[in-house]
């Protein structure tokens, strides 16, 4: 079993900056991509930014340009730099991890957190 526990979420004003952790525990033997989705009230859930072992990333559109992710393999931890944050920014964001185990890949979700961008 992994444990995804994120942290670094808040309230903050547009054009604002925030930064998302996300750490995992438990039980790894090997974590491949690690992604951060987020779900806004009423919508789907959608993939915001991933990022491979190899550290190749990969963005949504909408936050090009705004978001960067990384990740510490030593400490199996991904991270989520959000600058320049507008109102539809503001959703609950989880974080995912593909796990290595028994010969095949599942995937692990955090709790959320919440980033609520006022305009």
């Known amino acids: 079993q992994v444990q995804l526990v994120e942290s670094g979420g808040g309230l903050v004003q547009a054009g604002g900056s925030l930064s998302l952790s996300c750490a995992a525990s438990?039980?790894?033997?090997?974590?491949?991509?690690m992604s951060w989705f987020r779900q806004a009230p009423g919508k789907q859930r959608e993939l915001v930014a991933s990022?491979?072992?190899?550290?190749?990333?990969n963005y949504v559109d909408s936050v090009k340009g705004r978001f960067t992710i990384s990740r510490d393999n030593a400490k199996n931890t991904v991270y989520l730099q959000m600058n320049s944050l507008i109102p539809e920014d503001t959703a609950v964001y989880y974080c995912?991890?593909?796990?290595?185990?028994?010969?095949?890949?599942?995937?692990?979700w955090g709790q959320g957190t919440q980033v609520t961008v006022s305009s």
């Open positions: 995912a991890a593909e796990h290595v185990e028994d010969f095949r890949v599942r995937a692990y």
């Open positions: 438990g039980n790894i033997f090997r974590i491949n991509a």
């Open positions: 990022i491979t072992r190899g550290a190749r990333t």
